[in-house]
């Protein structure tokens, strides 16, 4: 069974198909539904801020080991939490978001256990040290930031971030969202 389109049918149709997107566009945007578009307008904002978030929080960590920012760089780094990702993913019972580690980070924390027993990670996992992994990974005048590789959401509450380096071990950061923004929660290599 064959339907038949009429001539009338057939050149909306062509009009229809001519038309760019931008037209389209702007007639719904003439259409009635006010407060939808407020809305999905509002919405697209909210996820590009949340989205575009973590990287400001990179930058103002790149800006703080650049201008040597003591006060911001204590601010945007929770030292308890870098060692309770590590201290997780030493247990292999538990839950890490710290995926491998590297023969050179088992070496650094065997010899700190023989130096330092079991309070080794308070002893070593400072913020002393997690500015000198970001610092020895600082290519150019830039700082750090140009040497990354990959990012991504791991959920909501937790953004990871790969900087590789020639002739050093990649380093895994992780950022994750508390009460006063976003810190740096996670770190290995």
């Known amino acids: 069974m064959r339907m038949r389109v009429e001539k009338s049918q057939l050149i909306l149709m ?6 760019s997107m931008w037209t389209r566009l702007s007639r719904w945007w003439k259409c009635q539904c006010q407060f939808r578009k407020w809305l999905i307008g509002l919405l697209l904002l909210l996820v590009l801020s949340y989205g575009s978030w973590p990287y400001f929080t990179l ?5 703080a080991l650049l201008h040597n920012e003591q006060a911001t760089f204590a601010a945007l780094v929770d030292v308890n939490a870098v060692r309770d990702a590590i201290r997780r993913r030493l247990n292999k019972d538990d839950i890490s978001l710290i995926p491998n580690i590297s023969d050179s980070f088992i070496n650094w924390l065997d010899m700190g256990i023989r130096d330092h027993g079991v309070t080794v990670l308070e002893k070593l996992v400072t913020r002393e040290w997690i500015r000198e992994q970001l610092r020895i990974r600082m290519t150019t005048e830039r700082g750090f930031l140009p040497a990354l590789t990959a990012s991504s959401f791991v959920n909501w509450r937790i ?3 790969h900087i590789v380096v020639e002739n050093m071990p990649p380093l895994l950061l992780g950022l994750q969202l508390n009460t006063h923004g976003w810190h740096v929660a996670m770190l290995s290599y």
Do not use: E, G, K, T
């Open 14 to 19: 062509r009009r229809f198909a001519r038309r």
């Open 59 to 63: 930058w103002q960590l790149n800006q």
């Open 159 to 161: 953004f990871q971030v």
